[in-house]
């Protein structure tokens, strides 16, 4: 074959129709592919929405192209996502030896990766092939023989390596105090036994047996030690051995050094998050956080369910899965660009603890009354964005968004592989076909990106800079954002230092595999952005279009809440969610201290679970030294005759864009527990699959089936769907045979 | 880096996987993409690179199919050992197992014996699918005709899933429901 005779069929592909004038499954295949340009895409959109029998073969094969991608993914030898299992060393042994020992045909099947996991430790020497090891030097070739044909094809077999390393650095580290994980953090460090059904030490889940003979292998420095535990304390031993870049000092001394948390996908980062604690209210009256509108984590637990796989815990953010949902808010009164909204029910899976909703609506501007949009596209096109959801996708939405487009908007793109290029110059909305081509045009391939293209995204934003406008650059990435030479840190501060001139950035996550959340969602935060990640369209059309007013608009900028709780009527209380937005209380009233903007159109939800004064027995609070100078059961007069029904008191602040003197809105909210509306009903079941889903301490009662009760029972209008769709996935969860939660 | 390094680095893990996917055996798999990137070493440059590395691949793997049935023979012995009563092969009998890993061993029984039934054709569009490539490339490599690839891929799809899916309960049934997958 010669370059010449090798090229591509340019030939278009069209929409086919079968004679009873529906879609023809391949038509529908291709176009959950991909694969259409945008006149296609319209018209085969334009059919789905009209047509139910359409819309339900576009839902069956998108199921049919999940369950087969997981089928396949069955024939991959390295198991994703599984750690070494009992036993496995050995089996390589055995069935080495017996390969040469016997001449038996089975020396086709394969082992996973937990051999070479000491030889990487060691000093980064692969030398496995040892003479020492126990038994015979043949077998350390057999190993190196699979470590040669293992490495390369797998990038899987990478992050079994790091898992095996972690559960290493965990032996290391000693078997986990019986103090060390989950008591409250006291000013003494004396932590005092919980009420929570806290896991014993020595019961079944943590135990770990280390044979004689697997540690005596251990000693020769080549094999991991034998380990019997359930796929589940692996998994909760690789998040506990979690990824604390920059993370503050944890409250709780942590049982080992920090590594990385590999999901089960492969590569995939998350920061480790500790549910946030039950804080006594005489000690800690007063609780202060940023506002987060993000909610990238729900798509992502979807993804991980979809593909029958129990998300890390630390991919799961409660506020993000609450957030994912649509409220009914009333608009903000007046001038001000928000409103609050409070209110108070049983907690379901504490009925003792009270439940406090704060929910933040900001001002909607509808689609046409949008200030101009200055939009930089920055793709990465690099060979890891090949796949189906993936580059084309980001096509796909793209294609969504330049419908919305007027003549005053304008869009760049830049794309990075090995090199940056300006794909489409700063370019009007009304040149809609021009804008498309260059989208067509977009291909992935080539290396891995060796340059990020950041800076000439943000010199393009420049030079078609629209003052009084929306000036951002969009990052599309799976996550292998190569910055180059440059660290993390620096890209963080460039991301600022723009963001202060005007230029905000929004992230977007496609793919799977190597997807890097906790990286995307600083970058997003350093610029003042939104991160989503999106998985398939309809995601992409959320993401975008259908809100391209709040994705892309802000109307407050660093908005913060600051809660203050009545010591007369609250004991205790926990914010749910939010653990990596907690402020410090001064940091409140600090125009310095940047935090989370609000778009326009946002909603935000913040949860409270309240211990009210009088009920005892299910939370057990550190003891306090009491304090000599400040007395906490006296109040202020003023306080005394305003405070006594109320519960607690929600203080707002927010600058308006442009401005650098943050303002206060403030409301207070009254003891009356009510049954709960629709809403905070719907909410409390989200969050408890949240807790269910992380396993949390905090989960209490509550169960699956509960939480299916609750949410069915809270579906409303349900508009747009996002209801049901929950209601599908925790079904989903249930039938899958991965969860955790269940007593053992 | 020069070309081929570069090609190697990007394309190695996929081509491998999709030689493995279909043979079911990893040295082989190996072995073939070795061939493959040796036949782009001796010939330079191409245009539409991924869809030339893939059909190479293709064709290097029709003949090792042709050539050498034997090869997967050993292997159809070896998955048909699990999916006959869920009992292990003679080599795992010597391990304590666990659960998990027959579940696991019998599960990549079924999805290989799922993959195999379907037609050649339609097994290769799928697999080069699920390494990402497009409908063109598809159609190069496998001389199909661009607006076919669609329906082949739903077909693909569909028979596989609905083979795996009556080869578990088959699967389950025989084994008396004592051992869930």
Not at chain 1, 460 to 489: K, M, P, Q, Y
Not at chain 2, 76 to 95: I, M, N
Request: glycine residues 8%.
């Amino acid at each position: 074959m010669s370059p010449e005779e090798f090229n591509l069929p340019d030939e278009r592909i069209v929409p086919e129709f079968t004679t009873t004038g529906h879609l023809t499954e391949g038509t529908v295949g291709t176009w959950l592919d991909g694969v259409f340009d945008m006149a296609a895409v319209q018209q085969v959109e334009a059919h789905v929405q009209a047509c139910p029998e359409c819309a339900a073969m576009a839902a069956e094969a998108r199921g049919l192209i999940a369950a087969s991608a997981r089928i396949l993914r069955v024939l991959d030898t390295v198991p994703v996502g599984v750690a070494p299992r009992t036993g496995t060393v050995r089996a390589a042994v055995r069935i080495a030896t017996e390969t040469h020992g016997s001449g038996s045909p089975v020396s086709t099947v394969r082992v996973t990766t937990a051999v070479p996991a000491t030889s990487l430790e060691s000093g980064g020497s692969t030398d496995s092939d040892r003479s020492d090891i126990p038994g015979n030097d043949r077998i350390g070739a057999e190993v190196k023989r699979y470590l040669h044909t293992w490495w390369y094809p797998a990038a899987a077999a990478a992050a079994t390596l790091v898992l095996a390393i972690g559960m290493r650095a965990w032996l290391r580290a000693g078997y986990p105090a019986q103090d060390s994980g989950y008591s409250l953090p006291t000013a003494a460090g004396a932590p005092s036994p919980s009420a929570l059904p806290l896991p014993q030490p020595g019961s079944p889940e943590q135990q770990l047996s280390l044979t004689p003979e697997a540690q005596s292998m251990d000693a020769s420095g080549t094999f991991t030690p034998e380990m019997n535990f359930s796929a589940a304390t692996t998994r909760r031993m690789a998040a506990v051995s979690g990824m604390t870049r920059e993370q503050q000092p944890a409250p709780y001394s942590s049982p080992v050094t920090p590594g990385t948390v590999i999901g089960p996908g492969n590569g995939e980062q998350y920061d480790r998050i500790e549910d946030n604690p039950f804080l006594d209210v005489t000690t800690n009256p007063l609780s202060t956080f940023s506002i987060d509108v993000d909610r990238a984590s729900y798509a992502n637990v979807r993804r991980f369910l979809e593909n029958g796989q129990q998300p890390p815990a630390d991919a799961v953010r409660i506020e993000e899965l609450i957030n994912y949902f649509p409220y009914d808010l009333p608009a903000p009164r007046g001038n001000d660009p928000v409103s609050i909204t409070t209110e108070v029910a049983a907690a379901p899976w504490q009925p003792s603890h009270q439940l406090v909703r704060i929910a933040l609506q900001s001002r909607r501007i509808s689609g046409t009354a949008l200030p101009p949009s200055n939009l930089v596209f920055l793709i990465d096109v690099s060979g890891s964005m090949s796949s189906p959801n993936k580059l084309p996708l980001v096509k796909q939405a793209l294609r969504l968004l330049v419908d919305q487009l007027r003549e005053q908007d304008r869009v760049a793109v830049v794309t990075y592989r090995d090199g940056t290029r300006l794909a489409l110059p700063s370019t009007s909305g009304d040149e809609k076909e021009r804008i498309v081509q260059a989208i067509e045009a977009l291909e992935a391939g080539g290396s891995t990106a060796g340059s990020s293209g950041i800076e000439m995204a943000y010199r393009v934003a420049r030079d078609s800079f629209v003052s009084n406008g929306n000036n951002r650059v969009i990052l599309t990435t799976d996550g292998d954002f190569n910055v180059g030479a440059s660290s993390d840190g620096e890209l963080e501060r460039l991301i600022e230092q723009k963001r202060d001139e005007g230029t905000y950035l929004t992230v977007l996550g496609f793919g799977t595999g190597n997807y890097q959340d906790a990286k995307m969602e600083k970058l997003a935060r350093s610029g003042n952005g939104n991160y989503a990640y999106v998985d398939n369209l309809a995601e992409a059309r959320k993401a975008l279009v259908h809100e391209m007013g709040a994705t892309l608009l802000t109307v407050a900028n660093d908005t913060k809440l600051q809660v203050e709780f009545n010591p007369r009527r609250v004991q205790s209380y926990r914010l749910v969610g939010y653990e990596d937005r907690l402020l410090r209380n001064e940091d409140f009233t600090d125009d310095h201290k940047d935090a989370g903007d609000l778009g326009a159109g946002h909603q935000v939800t913040a949860l409270y679970e309240l211990v009210p004064v009088g009920v005892t027995g299910t939370v057990s609070l550190p003891k306090v030294q009491p304090r000599r100078y400040q007395q906490p059961g006296r109040a202020s007069a003023a306080a005394a005759a305003a405070g006594s029904d109320e519960l607690l008191f929600v203080n707002l602040r927010y600058k308006l864009p442009g401005e650098s003197t943050s303002r206060l809105m403030t409301h207070a909210v009254r003891t009356t527990v009510g049954k709960g509306s629709i809403d905070m009903r719907f909410i409390s079941s989200v969050a408890s699959f949240g807790m269910l889903l992380r396993s949390s301490v905090y989960k209490g009662s509550t169960s699956i089936a509960q939480v299916l009760d609750q949410a069915r029972a809270a579906l409303g209008r349900d508009e747009g769907g996002y209801r049901a769709g929950f209601v599908r996935l925790v079904e989903l969860y249930r039938d899958l045979d991965i969860r955790e939660d269940e007593p053992r | 880096m020069d070309n081929v390094e570069r090609l190697f680095r990007e394309y190695h893990a996929p081509v491998v996987r999709y030689l493995a996917r279909q043979l079911g055996d990893h040295d082989l798999a190996d072995e073939l993409a070795q061939e493959t990137f040796l036949r782009a070493l001796r010939h330079g440059p191409v245009v539409n690179e991924r869809a030339w590395l893939f059909t190479v691949a293709t064709n290097l793997l029709r003949d090792e199919t042709r050539r050498a049935a034997r090869e997967r023979a050993r292997l159809t012995l070896l998955h048909q050992e699990l999916a006959s009563d869920g009992r292990e092969p003679d080599v795992f009998r010597l391990e304590r197992e666990t659960e998990d890993e027959r579940a696991s061993l019998r599960e990549r029984a079924l999805a290989r014996a799922a993959v195999e039934a379907l037609a050649e054709r339609d097994r290769l569009a799928l697999l080069m699918r699920e390494e990402g490539l497009d409908y063109h490339e598809i159609a190069a490599a496998l001389g199909l005709s661009v607006a076919s690839v669609g329906t082949t891929l739903s077909r693909a799809r569909r028979r596989l899933v609905n083979v795996c899916e009556s080869l578990q309960i088959e699967a389950n049934s025989t084994a008396g429901g004592t051992d869930v997958a």
